[in-house]
T-cell receptor, first 112, second 113 residues
């Protein structure tokens, strides 16, 4: 069965520091992978998605993620954190028919 | 273009009461979904629909029913609410073709006492 595991329910960084949010997937077929962001009291919105076209995927707000098949990973990074990046981030894998399985989420805290 | 809207935003129910959550989308999307979000558990799929008049069970369907009588609306019903159904409920929609984005509504916060 396809699933994703997000390591770390909370990640704290200082403003200007590197952001690294980890996601590992389990899939018997080449997966489609997604990162979504949820700001407080809002619904989720798509940051980026991997659909096998390129292993390095660039998303909105300066985020990017690299698909590494050998490590079954799809980690999310941003070179320099901004206060506005504080949110909860979800990794997800597609099950087909547009169905997604979400990870448990990682809350990013950014301190001045 | 309002996207995906959800009604109501917040509701308090007593155990055993029933209610219906309404989701509406104006993007002509074929697929619609209902999720619940609980702390430490991410989003879990309750039911989904691949088109008008169709529904299917997701990961956690027990205690919920759904209907998709019109393409733009997807209703989630709780016939007899239980405290375990206290959660934040999100509706989402997605277009038909390819690996597309799911567009989420703002959520409904439900408290069952």
């Amino acid at each position: 069965a396809q699933s994703v595991t997000q390591l770390g329910s909370h990640v704290s960084v200082s403003e200007g520091a590197l952001v690294l949010l980890r996601c590992n997937y389990s899939s018997s077929v080449p997966p489609y992978l997604f990162w979504y962001v949820q700001y407080p009291n809002q619904g989720l919105q798509l940051l980026l998605k991997y659909t096998s076209a390129a292993t390095l995927v660039k998303g909105i707000n300066g985020f990017e993620a690299e698909f590494k098949k050998s490590e079954t990973s799809f980690h999310l990074t941003k070179p320099s954190a901004h206060m506005s990046d504080a949110a909860e981030y979800f990794c997800a894998v597609s099950l087909g028919f547009q169905k997604l399985v979400f990870g448990t989420g990682t809350r990013l805290l950014v301190s001045p | 273009n309002a996207g995906v809207t959800q009604t109501p935003k917040f509701r308090v129910l007593k155990t055993g009461q029933s209610m219906t959550l309404l989701c509406a989308q104006d993007m002509n999307h074929e697929y619609m979904y209902w999720y619940r979000q609980d702390p430490g558990m991410g989003l879990r799929l309750i039911h989904y629909s691949v088109g008008e008049g169709t529904t299917a069970k997701g990961e956690v369907p027990d205690g919920y029913n759904v209907s998709r009588l019109k393409k733009q609306n997807f209703l989630l019903g709780l016939e007899s609410a239980a405290p375990s159904q206290t959660s934040v409920y999100f509706c989402a929609s997605s277009p038909l073709a390819g690996v597309e984005t799911q567009y989420f509504g703002p959520g409904t916060r439900l408290l069952v006492l």
